[in-house]
């Protein structure tokens, strides 16, 4: 039995942990949910072969230790893109689902309003984040609508659809989607 902080970390015997990357923090002592997720790319233009940012979310998310469990694209139709967002929410298999597009203010951008029907909570921290973060890169960033929420036990988070945009706000949500699913999962314990 560890009877020390500094005993668990090997600090006792004068083995000082690896420094963490500026921003990022560590949950080892928390047991973690395999993530598994569904990428959902929001468009009334998009096809498989032309799907650049559908494509680059989820190799992202592989090359983070997630597994994809699928990618599909969704009309910008509010009605189906609920109906979508709600079958797989309720899915027990998948507690991520990470949408791509439809977060403007065009009149067919429903990203954001189809999330908020299904969702159960509201995460407004993580849309904040990328905001925040994509801000200091463009001044285009204010006008995303993106929003998170979460729904039966999985995070449902709204990406811009541009490739840049995926790009940047994965790097902004990466270091904390393992401690949210843990924590969407059930896992509480600090």
């Not at 984040?129 to 929003?147: F, H, V, Y």
Request: charged share 25%.
């Amino acid at each position: 039995m560890v009877s020390s902080t500094l005993e668990y970390l090997g600090a006792a015997e004068g083995k000082m942990p690896s420094r963490q990357p500026a921003g990022r923090r560590r949950y080892d002592f928390m047991p973690n949910t395999q993530i598994r997720a569904i990428v959902v790319s929001v468009s009334d233009t998009r096809k498989e072969s032309d799907d650049a940012s559908g494509d680059l979310l989820s190799g992202l998310l592989l090359e983070t230790g997630i597994e994809v469990a699928g990618k599909l694209i969704v009309r910008d139709d509010l009605e189906d893109l609920k109906n979508t967002l709600a079958v797989i929410a309720e899915r027990e298999d998948i507690n991520l689902i990470i949408t791509t597009g439809g977060t403007g203010l065009g009149q067919r951008d429903n990203t954001p309003e189809a999330t908020l029907a299904i969702g159960e909570r509201i995460v407004p921290g993580i849309a904040e984040a990328m905001r925040i973060e994509t801000l200091k890169n463009t001044p285009l960033a204010m006008l995303s609508r993106g929003i998170c929420a979460v729904r039966s036990g999985t995070l449902i988070i709204n990406l811009p659809g541009s490739p840049k945009g995926v790009r940047e706000c994965f790097a902004v949500i990466q270091p904390v989607l393992q401690h949210a699913i843990n924590l969407v999962s059930g896992e509480t314990s600090h």
